[in-house]
């Protein structure tokens, strides 16, 4: 299935955790390096969220298809509310998909959404079905796991300012940060 995610809206990092947190983490008490810790944040959240599959912080996101499945899985996590399913009949008319026609199981990760009858999509446009999501942890129910890989990672990319060498071995992110990690991946059946 080919399928593309846009995100509609975004967080700020700081919600997830705050510059205050990491500081006290990394042991510094001044603010000249804020702006640095900031970007080491940045960097830290979008490789979990990479690496997991995941958003951390509640953002609006639309998926598009070309056409209906009758089953298919959303590639992110966690999926909590399918807020609709449009399609186009035509090159401009969208109509929406009845709420009866389909079911979601958002417990399971990834989420899946399944169509009882499937409806002729308009067959001369790229995504003409469009799923209206809200993906991602609420920011202030990240779970500590991740928060503390956060932590970690901000530590090492701060503390490593250029690429490790240990050895003859490349070491880029240290181990324990994926066993943090990897029970909240999400990896898709197909």
């Known amino acids: 299935m080919k399928y593309s995610l846009e995100y509609t809206s975004s967080i700020t990092a700081a919600d ?14 001044h603010s000249e390096e804020d702006t640095l810790i900031e970007a ?10 990479n690496y997991c599959n995941l958003k951390l912080g509640s953002v609006s996101a639309v998926m598009y298809m070309d056409k209906f499945p009758v089953s298919w899985e959303i590639p992110t996590a966690p999926v ?9 009949t035509s090159a401009v008319d969208v109509v929406t998909l009845d ?39 609420e920011e202030a129910n990240v779970p500590e796991a991740i928060l503390h890989a956060i932590r970690l990672l901000v530590g090492h990319y701060y503390e490593q300012r250029q ?6 071995i ?10 943090l990690l990897n029970p909240y991946r999400v990896i898709s059946d197909r």
């Open 80 to 88: 909590t509310a399918v807020t609709s399913i449009t399609y186009n």
């Open 16 to 29: 997830v955790i705050s510059t205050a947190d990491l500081k006290l983490f990394l042991r510094v008490d």
């Open 170 to 179: 490349i070491t880029n992110i240290p181990s324990g940060i994926h066993s």
């Open 99 to 137: 709420t009866g026609n389909y079911f979601v199981d958002l417990k399971r990760k990834p989420a899946r959404i399944s169509v009882i009858n499937v409806p002729s999509v308009y067959d001369y446009v790229y995504g003409g079905v469009q799923i209206y999501l809200t993906i991602g942890y």
């Open 40 to 49: 080491l944040r940045l960097a830290a959240i979008q490789y979990i969220e």
């Open 163 to 168: 690429e490790s060498i240990s050895g003859t």
